[in-house]
């Protein structure tokens, strides 16, 4: 037996024994093998070609050649690749053929054909096709988090970041767009090579190109050149948003150019729209993907679809100093590049969107997403641990996208507008086409606050859920003696959220708003002390405080009067939040209160909020036999209240809304009229989208000859692409069980899961309310299923696929089933359950509610 002597003599020889043998092979890209490669590897060059065949399930053969600085040759190589051995030819490395070895999704080369310095790896292989979204006229690369190693051989990691030289071979009628500039194309036959100049220093994520039949037009708004490739035919559209969109863009870049003090950091500005795209957008440098659908934008576009256009295009550029120019080290960090690009949107939107309201967009576009998701037993911090970028995916979610701006703001606040800036121009700098962690920018931060940034950062960023707020006031002699607030976590635990946010006084002839610095568990506001007691108190009045905010019970009756739009939206907001957590209100009384607004309401987004919570109340919180006497009324009430305002936005979202709950024969013959006739309601403007909604409506409530109507729906479509789209979704839309338990059952292969938004489209339908007595028992498989959509899916899949699934349901059985999964399943990948249960969510509180306050419809 050795000793502890001869053991601690041993130590350096053992260390170097596990250094030579390199990091363990293990599927993925896992944090060991990221950190081994950082530590050996510089200058990473990549040297591609892909030649694309005209059919869409022909296999891509392709070449690379890698280079790259090696700093230690002591252990093996190994090269990321998500596909089998046969998809691999000839390797050589430094000129020497090797034999190939893989394992474990990588290639492994061997540390013998390797040198210290330069090194050179040549290899033949066919793309994988999981992330390359081909399509019979065109094909878009999507890699972000970890899938440039389902197309390439690689070193997938963020930190690793690299110069991209690539050639595409594509049909002749197809045009090409990547990273860098086109530096020169050719012709041989029936087949077009474009080579293009070298890409920036970019991480694999955002290496991208996009190739097929594209229209394309190019403009220079403040002189910078800039192309646009889209597949949109509809003339209308494209001539009212491409002035827009370039408008935006340029307004974006003016504006972040200004803020940063950086120059825009890329050498071209290019961007295409592409159908059915499975996010808003990706942030390739010199080459934005962005959903089309978003972009191209008809006459009768509502005010939301008007802010998530600006929104989405401010957000893309943004990410070009956020994400592309300064990159996280390792994905735990991609809310740090998410979080800046909404927050910089939010700023921009400010500029590009003059006629807007700031303060009601960022609340109402962040709260309820961000609520959403904290008030869930699934809520999971901002910052998330990864071990393995394959699990990289499940760490997107609203906490990223909503919770952190909301969180970024505060910070902002706390700091104030300027210290915080040139924080951040202190950060883009120093780390200028590098990477950097969050716990760096704190560190930058902390230097320009006397705040203690770390235990501000240990609640807002590392921890989950949102603080509950209560209050007690007591009044005398008609004045406020003393006015106390407390927070605690909703789960019951002593933490403290240190924010600031407004609570209104609000009294019969006007309103004084108090900023309430809440640093501790229990704030005495004396401001207020002495002040004429209020008609009652209005929580977040200015919309930036977070947190489950409690609802004044004498403010019910006046809520629709207050003159602040952000005033009215906090209070909607308040009163769906304290509904769903069964304080104050309950769904009956909640629809109550709703019902009078409809026509009141002057703001655009705040209808939307009213809106939305009458649609949830009637289809989340109305048993299935109560609705139709409902629906009766508020057919009625939603009609008048269409007839009586006048901007033709605010109508058209009434009507979607009376399209979507409609459940009588003679509303259901009104929509088929308007369908029919093409004819909508006096001031609504329909799109031909809106007209296969309406279609697709009839279709769900079984109207008379509705497969009919789908079929001359069908044949109106004028875009090659919205009719593939329809075709894919009519056995979803079929009113035959049988004809939709087989769609759902090809689900099960990944090949019908290709479309992703069309297969969430197609899951609305399956799972409609009006279908759930059918549609119930789809819920196990679409569980059992998870996995494999984690693995095969893209980043947002998962939970669009879970929301699409649960969203509706309500009944004990089916909250049953779904903790009989996760019962089933004590081991469960954590972070796929906690998208379970932030999903299940409403599944258990509509249990709850309507077995312990009963249904909307109890209250008439």
């Not at 595409?168 to 009628?173: D, K, M, Q």
């Not at 978003?294 to 943004?318: I, K, S, V, Y």
């Not at 071990?387 to 906490?399: K, P, R, T």
Request: net charge neutral.
């Amino acid at each position: 037996m050795l000793s502890a002597k001869h053991l601690l003599l041993l130590l350096p020889f053992l260390s170097t024994l596990g250094h030579a043998q390199g990091p363990a092979i293990t599927t993925g890209v896992s944090q060991e093998l990221a950190q081994h490669r950082t530590r050996v590897l510089r200058q990473v060059a990549y040297k591609l070609h892909f030649n694309v065949p005209p059919q869409v399930t022909a296999p891509i053969p392709a070449t690379e050649e890698i280079t790259f600085q090696l700093l230690d040759n002591a252990a093996p190589l190994q090269l990321d690749f998500k596909e089998k051995s046969d998809h691999v030819g000839r390797i050589t490395v430094n000129g020497q053929p090797q034999p190939l070895t893989v394992q474990q999704e990588h290639l492994v080369i061997p540390a013998a054909a390797l040198r210290v310095g330069e090194n050179r790896v040549a290899i033949e292989f066919t793309a994988g096709n999981l992330s390359l979204n081909r399509n019979p006229e065109y094909l878009y690369t999507l890699l972000v988090p970890d899938r440039a190693r389902t197309v390439f051989p690689c070193f997938d990691q963020p930190d690793v970041k690299a110069v991209f030289h690539l050639t595409l071979t594509v049909p002749t009628e197809w045009q090409a767009v990547a990273n860098g500039p086109v530096a020169d194309s050719s012709r041989v036959g029936a087949r077009q090579t474009y080579r293009f100049q070298p890409s920036d220093t970019i991480s694999t994520y955002l290496f991208a190109f996009v190739a097929g039949k594209f229209r394309h037009t190019a403009r220079q708004p403040d002189g910078r050149p800039m192309h646009l490739y889209y597949r949109e035919t509809d003339q209308e559209k494209i001539s009212r948003s491409l002035g827009p969109i370039f408008d935006i863009q340029a307004g974006a870049l003016k504006f972040l150019t200004e803020y940063t003090q950086i120059p825009y950091p890329f050498r071209k500005f290019d961007f295409a729209a592409l159908p059915d795209f499975q996010y808003g957008g990706m942030e390739h440098a010199g080459a934005i993907d962005y959903k089309a659908s978003t972009l191209f934008l008809d006459e009768g576009a509502t005010r939301d679809q008007l802010n998530a256009r600006a929104n989405l295009l401010a957000h893309e550029t943004a990410h070009m100093w956020f994400g592309d120019l300064v990159t996280m080290r390792w994905f735990d960090d991609v809310w740090t590049k998410e979080v800046f690009a909404n927050f910089m949107a939010d700023k921009i939107s400010v500029v590009t969107q003059p006629d807007g309201n700031f303060d009601l967009k960022f609340l109402t576009d962040h709260y309820p997403a961000a609520y959403a998701v904290d008030r869930t037993a699934g809520a999971n911090p901002i910052r998330q641990p990864l071990d393995n970028l394959q699990d990289a995916g499940s760490l997107y979610g609203n906490i990223i996208y909503h919770k952190a701006p909301i969180m970024m703001r505060q910070l902002e606040r706390l700091m104030g507008q300027e210290a915080f800036r040139d924080g951040l121009r202190a950060y883009l700098k120093r780390y200028a086409y590098h990477n950097a962690t969050w716990p760096d920018l704190i560190h930058i931060l902390d230097e320009r606050t006397p705040t203690d940034l770390q235990a501000w950062n240990k609640v807002w960023v590392n921890e989950p859920g949102r603080p509950q707020f209560d209050y007690w006031l007591r009044v005398q002699n008609g004045k406020i003696k003393r006015f106390n607030i407390d927070q605690k976590g909703e789960d019951g635990s002593r933490r403290v959220w240190p924010q600031q946010f407004e609570v209104a006084l609000v009294y019969a002839d006007h309103v004084e708003e108090l900023t309430v610095d809440m640093r501790a568990d229990k704030v005495r506001v004396r401001e207020a002390e002495g002040k004429p007691a209020p008609r009652f108190i209005l929580f977040n009045s200015s919309g930036q405080g977070y947190g489950l905010f409690p609802v004044d019970a004498q403010s019910m009756p006046y809520l629709g009067q207050l003159q602040s739009p952000v005033m009215r939206a906090a209070a909607y907001i308040n009163l769906t939040e304290n509904m769903l957590s069964g304080r104050a209100v309950s769904p009956a009384q909640l629809l109550m209160l709703v019902r009078p607004l409809l026509a009141q309401e002057s703001e655009e987004l705040n209808l939307n909020l009213l809106l939305d919570q009458l649609t949830t109340v009637f289809w989340r919180f109305t048993p299935p036999a109560q609705r139709p006497t409902l629906a009766a009324t508020l057919e009625s009430e939603l009609w008048q209240a269409m007839q009586q305002v006048d901007a033709p936005n605010k109508k058209k979202q009434l009507f979607k809304t009376y399209a979507s709950i409609t459940l009588s024969q003679a509303a259901q013959d009104r929509l088929h009229t308007i369908w029919q006739t093409k004819q909508p309601p006096a001031g609504v403007k329909l799109s031909e989208d809106d007209y296969t909604d309406l279609a697709a409506a009839l279709a769900l409530r079984a109207y008379p000859g509705h497969q009919q109507i789908l079929q001359t729906q069908l044949q109106r479509i004028q875009n090659p692409d919205r009719r593939l789209r329809l075709q894919y979704l009519l056995p979803a839309l079929s009113d035959d069980v049988a004809t939709r338990d087989g769609f759902f059952a090809g689900l099960a292969e990944d090949k019908n899961r290709q479309k992703e938004a069309w297969v969430l489209s197609a899951l609305g339908y399956l799972h409609h309310p009006l279908r759930a007595a059918t549609s119930e028992k789809y819920l196990p498989q679409s569980l059992a299923l998870l996995e494999e959509i984690q693995q095969t899916g893209d980043i947002f899949f998962p939970q669009s696929w879970l929301q699409a699934t649960f969203r509706w349901y309500q009944t004990p059985t089916a909250a049953a089933t779904i903790r009989s999964f996760l019962q089933a399943h004590p081991t469960y990948n954590p972070k796929l359950k906690a998208k379970v249960l932030q999903a299940a969510d409403n599944v258990f509180r509509a249990e709850k509610l309507i077995g312990e306050k009963g249904s909307a419809a109890a209250g008439q």
